[in-house]
């Protein structure tokens, strides 16, 4: 079945950094478009940013742009996510999903998600 497993997430101060990954199985994963999404205590979900099937491409919500970079291994079957001059903000549980490009669909109807992986920015 597909499986989506998030990791790499902690506790950072403000202006760190911290690298995300999600181990993909169950499905063809150079074939397929993958997001990041997050969802913030109290928040809704928010799309933070897709990527291409063959990584040549790449989006990012305004909130992350210039900050974050998507990319991903396919001969690893991984998505990662490089975060960089985190802000309190930027709080809350990273999930990836399998996405279609380019992306714009709602997130909550993504097929398949991971469980997530917590990222907290606090001094």
């Known amino acids: 079945e597909v499986q989506l497993v998030e990791s790499g997430g902690g506790l950072v101060q403000p202006g760190g950094s911290l690298r995300l990954s999600c181990a993909a199985s169950?499905?063809?994963?150079?074939?397929?478009?993958m997001s990041w999404v997050r969802q913030a205590p109290g928040k809704g979900l928010e799309w933070v940013s897709a990527?291409?099937?063959?990584?040549?491409?790449?989006s990012y919500a305004d909130s992350v742009k210039g900050r974050f970079t998507i990319s991903r291994d396919n001969a690893k079957n991984t998505l990662y996510l490089q975060m960089n001059s985190l802000k309190p903000e930027d709080t809350a549980v990273y999930l990836c999903?399998?996405?279609?490009?380019?992306?714009?669909?709602?997130?909550?109807?993504?097929?398949?998600w991971g469980q997530g992986t917590q990222v907290t920015v606090s001094s």
């Open positions: 169950g499905f063809t994963f150079s074939s397929y478009a």
């Open positions: 990527i291409d099937s063959g990584g040549g491409s790449t």
């Open positions: 999903a399998k996405d279609s490009w380019p992306p714009g669909g709602d997130p909550i109807d993504y097929d398949y």
